[in-house]
């Protein structure tokens, strides 16, 4: 694929040229942009997401910043309820204006998508921006063929006749790794086994070269030895075609292997956001400590406990005021009520690396050294 | 005779809703042309008199015909019916009044002449009349006719008086003996005569001859047994286009070989459609339209049509409300009850006034007293035998209460009582017997029945009555001809008892009545014979057979666009050989 | 495949067999049981005050003395090798399967059927179309602006459609659309080769009394239908594909939540063919419900057995396409 900066599409604002990788511009992101040009490939600042619903207004996302570029894999982590899915859908546009609530902006490649008609959106999901899902059988429509599907995917973008449009088709099945693929693209769904089906829906996300590609838990329903090998996949895709790629799970251990940098969501926040060896060994938020502690590894000693956080996530309705994570937060009374107030601000305490935490710095890296790392 | 039940009375409680609401909504003349000769005017004189032709007449009928074959029909409207396309040896005046109820020649020249010992009866046929295809009728063809009835596996469906009267010895039929020449009960001396040889004398042989259609002439070589009625061949002045539909009806057109001499017939509209098994509601609201201009049935329009016709003056000068020939009675089993003084107290613990209103009050009919109607020859009203045929009496307690101590029961006593569970009317009047029975300690188990198979399996079974207790049920008759021995006969004689369908459901064996009908059939004189038709209609009544109830009337309508109407009193309804149509 | 058609077929058969035993059994044998004799039988076939004679005649003649098992054997006997019919004067040849003869009209039961099939099929096949096109489009819309006023409207009609019975509906209909404001003809037959303009318009009204109450049962189970499909992943999936919203209701979801309705509908179909009676009763079209109500009314057994049998037979027929529908539908059902 060509460069970051493409010929126009839209009118729409062009983001400068020569934009570096994701992390240098740290003030613009900071502040939370406002209409300051993005610099990055994908820029997201401070978006909300907000469901009004019966029992009150469900806060899924609340104040979500991050980047990415091209080329580079970002790794969402974050418990159920976390809102790392609904940021993905929300970025992808796929959620109806009647029932839902979405503010801040989204830069892709230098569009502006939330305040974007969604006739553009729309234009742009399959194109520009798609996503893989977690269970490809439910995923899929079981009526009709994988070919007709992808085929389907490839002609809603380009202007091209049946023959040519399954010519491709069978070109992204044989890329993705799918045995006798002119044969197998003329199966349906349920035909394929659980690995060979997800490389399929990976195969019509990709269809139309999308640089940005989302998978949310594309490997949890898969065995072990598939997950690994739809990891590769996206992998070598990703070098391919110089996509950026947003990972979403739960599981430390997928990041840990395909991601560049990592996002720690909680309560629909960003608690930390680093690159993935310093999330890893230099982490700097009491949360992102208890997932690494919960964690079970092959490397400790089986008579070990694990450290599982205590207490249950949050209500999205009712967000615990001031820093969403205080309420299980074993160091909040070092802070003067501080987590109860005030909530914390997404600062970047070393170069890269960004925490959300009233604990002083420092103390933080005491915490760290001291008490958590050895029990690891 | 029994009229046929109207079996497509389907949810009538929610029809009488919806269509009560509609008639509320606002009557149902759209104004078309004159108004009608007036309420009642057919019944006397002949309304829209016309000898044009053209148009086409569209007669129907809510359930169907018994059949369509002239020797195999026994209903009123069926014998009506068929004179458009058979000519009988006699036949009955196209004529209102009493003029039409005596039997007058048709094919043959006049009246048959008796035997002096009236076991022998001559007739002359006509000459040069013909079939639709323009062959002679001959006698051989009447001799045909007569004796394809006595096969009762084939022709099932007619009466069987010539089977029952005739000399045949065992003859089985011309389907089991192709040679007419074995069938002794009628000979033909020439192409032209036609005698009948009876197994006992009968003076009113005429009048059974004149009834039904099972003397039109049927030629041997087209005759289709079962099948002979989808197309029967023509005599009369319209002849079947196709074949007759069982269950949809046919369609009749203008037979040129008819001989227009005939006075009983015209030939006026050109065409006749003939509809079958159109919904009883449905077809009364196309007949106040005008759309169909006979209801075949002759018993008159439902409740529905009824309520809109009396209560809107233009369509009611186009309606008549004759009686009609029927009694609705009820007999009382004497096997059940053989005391007849308990007999008696349950005629008179009966309410009458509830059983009149029942049927309709005013509009559905008269209290009757003997259990001839007034329309029989020769009938006398009769006395009161244990009630009062007279409006507003509600029966008498205490002589009833009188009569069951008399009988033994002082308490009172248990009995069955059998109504048609899908009419009404008939209902209501089981209902209304219970309570006013009930007054006294007579206790009647009200059971329902429906019509199809009421006289077959339940009311008419003798088996069924004694095994069920029933004592007493609804009942209706119409006599196969108008003298006393053709409405009285099967209800009193022993020897009309049957194991099913049985109409001497009182199941009398007596012994007087018995005499008096073997007399009767001793006795020239008709007026002779009427007094005796009486003392057995009075006996019926004395000896408390039978619990008298209402002579009904019926509701007819007549569209304007219907012409040459007249209520025939023979038939008990309109006329249908002479009809024309706009 | 083959032997999927070959095991139904079997079954197909005995159903038939087992719906016809029962159905004899059903008119000859509970009478019986009931206490009904062979006489008061035959008195039905004689009209009024048979004598003696006329019944013993008519038992001879319908073999009502037979034992059962004889009756019912002649009667399989003659739809497999037929039969031939005496009627006094000739003898009718009634070639397999033969069906009988109406004991009340003599006429030939397969004749019949044949001759009112039109009717129904008139009758079934206009409801349909009817009742699918509204109930189906009225279930899409109302699944799309589900909560709208149109949806809430849209539903109680549907509650009312559903609960009304029909001859409440067709006989007030009658009455006010032919009778009071004569809008429309009455209501009759005519042959749709003789001139479709009338067959259609003298049939309005039964089609949409029909269609009246199925629609509305339609609407629901499509609303229903969609409802649940819009709700699942692979919806989601199309959307983010970027396809328009149209091609994702049409292309996806109609499709999928089409399926069971129509199989319901194949099944729906073929119960109708004998089941309108109401309808049938209501407007006095004389179809194959209207036979077999006038076959049990006049205990005409033949009349009854034959259009039980082939009633049953086009239901049996009805699912056996549904079934093959459905796997032609949902590739997921596809037996191989």
Redesign the interface.
């Known amino acids: 694929m060509a460069g970051a900066t493409e010929h126009t599409r839209d009118g729409l604002p062009e983001a400068p040229a020569g934009t570096d990788t994701a992390g240098t511009d740290t003030a613009g992101a900071a502040a939370g942009g406002g209409q300051e040009p993005p610099r990055a490939f994908l820029e997201v600042r401070d978006l909300k997401i907000h469901f009004p619903t019966d029992d009150g207004l469900v806060k899924s996302v609340d104040g979500l910043s991050f980047q990415l570029e091209r080329g580079s894999t970002l790794g969402i982590v974050g418990e159920s309820g976390s809102g790392k899915s609904v940021t993905s859908l929300g970025i992808l546009g796929l959620y109806n204006k009647r029932n839902s609530r979405m503010s801040g902006e989204i830069w892709l490649d230098g569009k502006e998508l939330v305040g974007a008609p969604e006739s553009e959106v729309r234009r742009l999901r399959g194109r520009d921006m798609a996503m893989i899902f977690q269970d490809p059988l439910s995923a899929m429509h079981p009526y009709y063929t994988v070919g007709a599907q992808i085929i389907e995917a490839y002609r809603v973008h380009n202007d091209v006749s049946k023959k040519v449009a399954r010519k491709h088709a069978i070109d992204m099945l044989g890329k993705v790794g799918i045995p006798r693929p002119e044969q197998r693209v003329d199966d349906y769904p349920h035909q394929f086994s659980g690995g060979m089906r997800q490389r399929a829906m990976i195969a019509m996300a990709l269809s139309c070269d999308p640089n940005l590609l989302i998978a949310d838990e594309p490997t949890t329903a898969l065995d072990v030895t598939v997950q690994a090998q739809i990891l590769d996949l996206i992998r070598d895709l990703q070098e391919e075609f110089d996509s950026a790629v947003i990972m979403i799970t739960h599981d430390l251990g997928v990041v840990a292997e395909v991601a560049d940098d990592i996002l720690v969501m909680y309560a629909g926040r960003a608690v930390e956001q680093a690159p993935v060896d310093d999330a890893f060994h230099r982490p700097l938020h009491p949360y992102t400590w208890g997932l690494l502690g919960s964690m079970p590894r092959l490397d400790r000693a089986r008579s070990e406990r694990l450290m599982p956080i205590t207490g249950t996530p949050p209500s999205l309705i009712n967000v615990p005021s001031g820093c969403a994570f205080h309420p299980r937060c074993p160091y909040r009374e070092l802070n003067d009520g501080k987590s109860e107030t005030e909530r914390p601000e997404l600062v970047e305490v070393e170069p890269g690396h960004r925490a959300a935490c009233h604990l002083p710095l420092e103390k933080r890296r005491e915490i760290w050294t001291d008490e958590i790392r050895p029990k690891l | 005779m029994r009229v046929r039940p109207k079996l497509m009375a389907l949810s009538s409680g929610l029809v009488a809703l919806s269509l009560g609401l509609a008639a509320c909504g606002g009557g149902g003349d759209d104004g078309d042309g004159g108004d009608g000769a007036g309420y009642n005017a057919a019944i006397e004189n002949i309304v829209n008199p016309s000898d044009k032709k053209g148009g086409t007449l569209r007669m129907a009928i809510s359930s169907d015909i018994d059949s369509t074959d002239p020797g195999n029909m026994y209903y009123a409207w069926s014998t009506n019916f068929v004179r458009l396309y058979s000519r009988m040896l006699l036949t009955y005046p196209a004529k209102p009044g009493d003029e039409g109820r005596k039997p007058a020649p048709d094919l043959a020249e006049d009246l048959g002449t008796p035997s002096d010992d009236y076991k022998t009866w001559t007739y002359k046929l006509k000459r040069g009349q013909k079939y639709e295809d323009g062959t002679e009728i001959k006698a051989a063809d009447i001799k045909y006719a007569v004796a394809r009835t006595f096969d009762r596996s084939v022709l099932r469906s007619g009466p069987s008086y010539f089977a029952d009267m005739l000399d045949a010895g065992d003859y089985e039929g011309p389907y089991k003996d192709k040679n007419l020449d074995n069938f002794k009960g009628v000979t033909t001396p020439d192409d032209y005569t036609v005698v009948f040889h009876l197994k006992r004398p009968f003076p009113e042989f005429n009048e059974l001859v004149n009834f039904s259609g099972q003397t039109a002439p049927v030629p041997q070589d087209k005759d289709k047994g079962e099948r002979y009625g989808l197309h029967p061949v023509s005599s009369g002045p319209y002849k079947w286009e196709g074949d007759y539909t069982p269950g949809k009806g046919g369609t009749l057109v203008p037979n040129d070989q008819w001989d227009p001499s005939d006075p009983h017939r015209k030939q006026l509209p050109a065409k006749i459609e003939m509809i079958a098994g159109l919904n009883a509601e449905e077809l009364d609201n196309q007949l106040l339209k005008g759309d169909i201009h006979v209801d075949l049935a002759g018993s008159g329009v439902q409740d529905n049509a009824r309520k809109t016709i009396l209560t809107d003056d233009k369509l009611k000068e186009q309606a008549d409300n004759p009686v009609g020939g029927f009694h609705w009675y009820l007999p009382i089993n004497s096997e059940v009850v053989p005391n007849v003084e308990c007999r008696k107290a349950m005629i008179w613990a009966a309410d009458r006034d509830a059983i009149w209103r029942a049927y309709g009050g005013d509009v559905g009919g008269d209290l009757a007293t003997s259990i001839m109607p007034p329309d029989v020859d020769g009938r006398e009203k009769g006395t009161d035998y244990y009630t009062k045929a007279e409006k507003g009496y509600k029966g008498d307690v205490n002589k009833a209460k009188e009569a069951l101590q008399a009988c033994g029961k002082p308490e009172g006593f248990e009995v069955t009582m059998l109504y048609r569970s899908d009419r009404p009317k008939e209902q209501a009047v089981a209902v209304a017997l219970q309570q006013s029975m009930g007054r006294v300690g007579i206790k009647l188990n009200l059971k329902g029945y429906p019509a199809n198979t009421y006289v077959t399996d339940q009311f008419g079974s003798p088996e069924f009555n004694k095994k069920n207790n029933v004592a007493i049920g609804t009942f209706g008759w119409l006599s196969d001809w108008p003298t006393g021995y053709g409405y009285l006969w099967a209800l009193t004689s022993s020897d009309a008892i049957l194991p099913a369908g049985n109409i001497n459901i009182s199941m009398m064996k007596d012994k007087q009545i018995d005499d008096w009908w073997d007399q009767a059939y001793e006795t020239e004189d008709p007026a002779e014979r009427a007094k005796l038709y009486n003392q057995i209609d009075d006996r019926f009544r004395s000896e408390a057979y039978v619990l008298p109830g209402v002579y009904a009337k019926s509701l007819m309508f007549r569209p304007d666009s219907l012409k040459n109407v007249f209520f025939h009193k023979a038939f008990g309804m309109y006329n249908y050989s002479t009809l024309g149509v706009e | 495949m083959i032997a999927f058609f070959i095991r139904r077929l079997v079954g197909g058969v005995v159903m038939l067999l087992v719906i016809s035993a029962v159905t004899f059994l059903i008119f000859f044998g509970l009478p019986r049981a009931a ?3 062979t ?20 038992k ?2 319908f073999g009502f003395d037979d034992p059962l098992a004889v009756q019912y054997g002649n009667f399989l006997k003659s739809i497999v090798a037929g039969d031939t019919y ?5 003898k009718i040849d009634c070639p397999a399967p033969c069906l009988g003869y ?1 004991f ?4 030939s039961v397969t004749e ?1 059927i044949v ?1 009112r099939f039109p009717i129904t099929l008139s009758l079934v096949v206009g409801a349909a179309i009817i009742w699918l096109l509204a109930g189906v489009s009225i279930g899409v819309l109302s699944a799309l602006k589900r909560g709208s006023l149109f949806d809430r409207a849209a539903m109680i009609v549907a509650l009312a459609g559903v609960s009304l ?1 029909i ?2 509906t067709g ?2 209909s ?3 659309v ?3 404001w004569e809008l429309l003809p ?1 209501v009759s037959y005519h042959s749709f080769m003789d001139n479709p303009f009338k067959w259609a318009s003298a049939l309005i009204l039964p089609w949409v009394t029909l269609a009246f109450l199925y629609a509305a049962m339609y609407a629901r189970l499509t609303r229903a239908g969609m409802l649940e499909t819009m709700g ?3 919806i ?9 919203e149209r ?1 994702v209701i049409t292309r ?1 979801a109609l ?2 939540s089409l ?1 069971p309705v129509l199989t319901i509908f194949g099944l729906d179909v073929g119960l109708l063919f004998g089941g309108a009676i ?1 309808t049938e ?4 079209l ?1 179809g194959l419900g ?2 077999a109500l ?1 076959g049990v ?3 005409d057994l033949p009349v009854v057995l034959g259009t039980v049998v082939t009633l049953s037979l086009a239901v049996i027929v009805m699912n056996l396409v549904v079934d093959v529908m459905y796997g032609i ?4 059902v596809r037996l191989s």
Do not use: C, M, W
């Open positions: 206490g009904q004799s006489d008061q039988l035959a008195a039905r076939f004689a009209g009024k005050s048979p004598t003696a004679e006329t019944i013993t005649a008519i001879e003649r005496d009627t006094g004067v000739e109406s009340r009209t003599n006429q019949q001759d019975p001859f409440f006989l007030l009658l009455t006010f032919v009778h009071a009455p699942e992943d692979y989601r999936t199309a959307r983010a594909k970027g396809l328009p091609t996806h499709r999928a399926t109401l009763q209501t407007f006095s004389k209207n036979l006038e009314i006049g205990s539908l949902d590739p997921r």
